[in-house]
Nanobody
């Protein structure tokens, strides 16, 4: 089982980025995929989650209406996080993780995630 996060970079405030999470070694159909972020010295924060069981999506209040999580319709084992109107406070290392129960119940804390990808750094700065 592997998760590969990519797409981070440097962007100006108000800009956009799209992160990708490519899953291999398993089929996403029975799980959830969450995006979490962490700033050194601060608590890890769950940003968004998508449940493959019922296609429901979840967002932290801090990113609601700016971020969109989705599954690639063609490549069913890839999940995206489209990030718009980025703010300096969105700067962090972003990780994707597999929610083993599929329901995204605890994505805010990262509890219940059994596999993690290596992070991708997002820097929002002018």
């Amino acid at each position: 089982v592997q998760l590969q996060a990519s797409g981070g970079g440097l962007v100006q405030p108000g800009g956009s980025l799209r992160l990708s999470c490519a899953a291999s070694g398993f089929t996403l159909d029975y799980y959830g995929i969450a995006w979490l972020r962490q700033v050194p010295g601060m608590e890890r924060e769950g940003v968004s989650c998508i449940s493959m069981l019922d296609a429901k999506t979840y967002y932290a209040d801090s990113v609601k209406d700016r971020f969109t999580i989705s599954r690639d319709n063609a490549d069913k084992n890839t999940v995206y996080l489209e990030m718009n109107n980025l703010k300096p406070e969105d700067t962090a290392v972003y990780y994707c993780a597999r929610d083993r129960d599929g329901g995204c119940s605890y994505y805010e804390t990262g509890y219940g995630m059994d596999y993690w990808g290596k992070g991708t750094l997002v820097t929002v700065s002018s």
